[in-house]
Structure formats: C-alpha cells, structure tokens
Nanobody, 116 residues
Framework: QVQLVESGGGLVQPGGSLRLSCAGS????????MGWYRQAPGNQRELVAT???????DYADSVKGRFTISRDNAKNTVYLQMNSLKPEDTAVYYC??????????WGQGTQVTVSS
C-alpha cells in the first residue's frame, strides 16, 4: 500500500506564496513520477506539474514561471513552490505518483484558496 501525505495548503492573498509538500511511503519503484494535479469546482482534474526520479519536469502552461516543482528521492517527497498566486489557482491540489510498472496513486487532496 502506498500512502501520499500532503501538507502546506491553505488560504493566501493574491500575489502570495505557498509551498506544498507530499511525502510518499513505500518501495522506491512506486515513485518513478511524482507531481501535482488540481481540480476546481466544475472543472476536470488537470496536471499542474510532474517530476521524474531523474528530474525531468513538466509544467502546465498556466503555472510556468510561477510554480516550481522539486523532489527529494531519498525521502520520496515532492514539493510545489507556488509564487504569484492568482484567484484562478484556487483548487484542491492532489499529490500523484506513478510507479515503474504503471500503477498510479493519489493523495487525499489539500485545499488552496487564493482570495482577498
């Protein structure tokens, strides 16, 4: 069983910053890809950013230049530094992992709200 434990969500003003963390427990092969997706009310879940164990990174166009994803392979932990936050970033953010053999896992989700 894989567990993905998220932290760092909350309420922030426009232009502010938040840092999300997600720590995975389990075998290393389960964390070939780690990243973040988000889902706002009425919308589909969309990719925010992913990073492989070899540090190959993919960002959604909407967050490029504002968000930074990183990971600590020794800890099976992925981070998302979110700067210059906009109200449009408001969503539930889900931690994601995919193993070498294709199995995917999701965190519980953490609410990020950007408003005055």
């Amino acid at each position: 069983q894989v567990q993905l434990v998220e932290s760092g969500g909350g309420l922030v003003q426009p232009g502010g910053s938040l840092r999300l963390s997600c720590a995975g427990s389990g075998s290393t092969w389960r964390f070939y890809v780690m990243g973040w997706y988000r889902q706002a009310p009425g919308n589909q879940r969309e990719l925010v950013a992913t990073i492989t164990s070899g540090s190959t990174i993919d960002y959604a166009d909407s967050v490029k230049g504002r968000f930074t994803i990183s990971r600590d392979n020794a800890k099976n932990t992925v981070y998302l530094q979110m700067n210059s936050l906009k109200p449009e970033d408001t969503a539930v953010y889900y931690c994601y992992s995919r193993g070498t053999f294709g199995n995917a896992y999701w965190g519980q989700g953490t609410q990020v709200t950007v408003s005055s």
